[in-house]
């Protein structure tokens, strides 16, 4: 009987069971092996061997050689006795198991042995009704028989039992020790090494988490939530690659473990590998349709592939399975404003907001939506709300700000702008902001410090360089001005609107400055502003937007009085010559310039001979 | 590379495309940057030249785009501007004297007769009269 529980162990360690509470027989057995559990019954080994599964190989020599030591011990038939976890309800259970005569008959050893069994039996059976105190009490009780038995595999068992049931408890630091106990005595228990990291884990020391499931996967290969385990601890590390191939590991042991294709979507959309990740939340979804997580993710991935519509379609989904899944309401009513639905959008933060009234990023979102729309006071109310949701939300506030602004309640503006400020000195934008409001002040020193700070936060922010731009022009400061927006402008960074505008005005800029150079006769200033004109055709040419130059151009001209407009004409036969890079196509579109305001019948030769008169 | 001595006219009638010389006038400049030629020309030429455009288009971008022009031609190595200085004055009298030039045709031949160059002008009066080298 001492060898049994040697074997039984031995087997448990394997992975292959935990505990044994099946039936033992006498003479020939019929082994059933699942993911955590072996049943012996009378039957032949070959019938043994056909139920196994694969991999089982190692398990069945152990359990024959088992079935030996069973026949020498005589152990009782407990097939259908109490030990089977539906029977034994209590410790009076046990009790009565053991004082059954079968039992009675047993040497005092294996008598204790069989009490403990069913004491682990009895733990199992509470750990499923989740009364773990109980289950804890139970492992507590079986682990005293086995150091009275001085079975170090019984005790390494138990031990990882309770360690399982303290955390089971939220007692992860108090598990942890039973669980290294537990490998003292024994060091190849896959499942307390994975019990291990479970605990690691929710005590987020990830790394030595991932330590522990590589040594439960190393000593069982095909312990598929270990790697699953180890998945998501690589995942919560950051090393999305190496999760991706944790989940490959348990998908490949168990093809329909549907949490490992879900979370191997979610680290595949960490590395922004979309449509792989797509295709993961399908197979979860088709082991599992009513996965509403993998119906949600997937319409996350497909909005990132800007496939709005479908991914509209998945969080309907979702919804119909949870219609209580405030988020996939809020990410619908986000595809929907893509879709420019922007109503439809703002009634799927309503229901967002329904289900969870503190939902402060469908508040705010709703804000953004209704400012779209131009119902700005409702905006107002909506970024105040999720103000109320949480007072740090800078980019509620920096948004309220703009919304009052455009009621024309500058003051208040400004004041949400300090607010978004004073939460986040760093937020670029919220500076840009401020100086706008600033510059409709007239504070254009004030304004031109706000972009400055902008700038220096975010160097690429082009449309703090683009205002602050605008500010020192009104200030006076063309040159600054035009170095400013000149910056804004390479940085390729705004809407095309936006740099349309800072192209026209640098033009007229450039522009005006050309024709105060012509008209106070310093044509070397006026050719370098015609040389600037030129440079800054070529470089909007790049982005196709040589023709706001022109445009801009035809519009400053439309402005001009009769004298200006000589003198436009004056600078536009600069900045067509100078356009030109080649200097012998330059030389002939200079000739033709001159040619044609040359006096007709007036030869060169005469025309010296004149000069020299 | 063949050097010349260049008049005012040239250079107008490169700038000038109804002229009669002008596609001659324009080879030489292509000519130029072939280094084919290096032109030799009086500083009273890019002034003659502006203020023939000047006076004649009345654009003052104009004749500043072609000043500009020939300033590229020297910056660039092309041609090699000759100051009016005293020697130059003297010598620039004699000429007028020896072969009854006007004043100013006579600063223009003395940069060909001081470097041994072809003089090269459209002007068939100053071709005629001038006896130095000729082009």
Aim: one cysteine or more; glycine letters at 4%.
């Amino acid at each position: 009987m001492e060898e049994l529980g040697r074997k039984a162990a031995e087997i448990a360690a394997k992975g292959i069971w935990t505990k044994i509470s099946g039936a033992l027989g006498i003479g020939e057995a019929e082994v059933e092996v699942s993911e955590k559990r072996i049943r012996v019954r009378a039957a032949s080994v070959g019938k043994a061997k056909e139920l196994l599964d694969y991999g089982a190989e190692t398990q069945l020599k152990l359990l024959s050689q088992t079935r030996e030591a069973l026949t020498k011990a005589k152990v009782v038939e407990l097939e259908d006795s109490q030990v089977r976890e539906k029977n034994i309800r209590s410790k009076e259970d046990c009790d009565a198991l053991v004082a059954k005569p079968d039992a009675k008959a047993l040497p005092e050893k294996e008598r204790l042995r069989l009490t403990a069994f069913a004491l682990t039996s009895l733990g199992d059976r509470e750990f499923h009704r989740k009364k773990f105190d109980i289950t804890e009490q139970a492992y507590r009780d079986a682990y005293k028989l086995a150091r009275k038995l001085d079975d170090k595999i019984l005790q390494a068992i138990c031990l990882n039992l309770i360690g399982a049931a303290l955390g089971m408890q939220g007692k992860d630091e108090l598990a942890l020790p039973y669980f290294e106990q537990a490998l003292r005595l024994k060091i190849d228990l896959a499942e307390t090494w994975y019990n291990k990291g479970v605990a690691l884990h929710e005590l987020n020391r990830f790394e030595e988490a991932v330590a522990c499931w590589d040594k439960a996967t190393e000593i069982n290969p095909d312990f598929a939530k270990a790697w699953y385990n180890k998945g998501s601890a690589l995942h919560k590390l950051n090393r999305f690659e190496e999760a991706v191939a944790c989940y490959d590991k348990a998908i490949e042991v168990n093809p329909d473990y549907a949490e490992a294709w879900y979370n191997k979507g979610v680290a595949l959309d960490e590395l922004n590998r979309f449509e792989e990740a797509v295709a993961c939340y399908d197979e979860a979804i088709e082991i599992n349709s009513d996965y509403a997580e993998a119906w949600y993710n997937k319409g996350v991935a497909l909005h990132e592939l800007n496939r709005f519509e479908e991914a509209v379609a998945c969080w309907d989904k979702a919804i119909e399975i949870n219609p209580d899944f405030a988020e996939a309401w809020y990410n619908k009513g986000v595809a929907l404003g893509e879709l420019n639905r922007l109503e439809d959008a703002v009634a799927c933060w309503d229901k967002a907001i329904e289900i969870n009234p503190d939902f402060a990023e469908a508040w705010y979102s709703k804000g953004v939506t209704l400012h779209e729309l131009n119902r700005l006071e409702e905006a107002v109310a909506c970024y105040d709300k999720a103000i109320e949701v949480n007072p740090d939300y800078v980019e509620a506030w920096c948004n309220k700000g703009g919304t009052l602004g455009e009621l024309n309640r500058l003051e208040d503006e400004v004041a949400c702008y300090d607010k978004a400020i004073e939460i986040n000195p760093n937020f670029a934008e919220v500076w840009c902001n401020k100086g706008a409001a600033l510059y409709e002040f007239n504070r254009l020193e004030d304004a031109v410090a706000c972009y400055d700070k902008a700038i220096e936060i975010d160097p690429g922010d082009a449309k703090a360089w683009h205002n602050k731009g605008f500010a020192l022009r009104k200030l006076g400061q063309v040159e600054d001005a035009k170095t400013n927006l000149k910056r804004g402008f390479s940085l390729r960074q705004e809407a095309p609107g936006e740099r349309i505008i800072a192209l026209e005005y640098l033009t007229q800029l450039i522009l005006q400055q050309g024709l105060e150079s012509i008209t106070s006769r310093n044509m070397k200033e006026a050719e370098n502003r015609a040389s600037e004109l030129a440079q800054l055709r070529k470089e909007a040419e790049k982005d196709d937007m040589a023709q706001v130059v022109n445009r801009a151009a035809l519009e400053f001209k439309e402005g001009l009085s009769k004298k200006e407009l000589k003198s436009f004409d004056e600078l536009d036969v600069m900045f067509t010559v100078l356009s030109i890079e080649d200097p012998l196509e330059r030389w002939k579109a200079l000739a033709r310039r001159i040619s044609e305001k040359w006096p007709k019948g007036l030869s060169a030769i005469e025309a010296i001979r004149k000069e020299r008169q | 590379m063949k050097e010349i001595a260049v008049d005012s006219n040239v250079l107008v009638s490169a700038l000038l495309e109804q002229e009669e010389h002008h596609h001659e006038a324009l080879k030489l400049i292509e000519g130029l940057r072939l280094k084919q030629y290096l032109f030799h020309i009086s500083t009273l030429v890019p002034v003659e030249v502006c203020g023939a455009i000047l006076r004649r288009t009345k654009s003052r971008a104009r004749a500043h785009l072609a000043a500009r022009e020939m300033e590229g031609l020297t910056d660039e190595g092309y041609a090699k501007l000759y100051p009016l200085d005293e020697e130059r004055m003297a010598k620039a009298e004699e000429i007028a004297l020896r072969d009854g030039l006007k004043g100013h045709d006579a600063v223009i031949a003395e940069v060909a007769e001081e470097l041994e160059v072809a003089l090269l002008t459209f002007d068939k009066e100053i071709l005629r009269r001038f006896r130095a080298k000729k082009q």
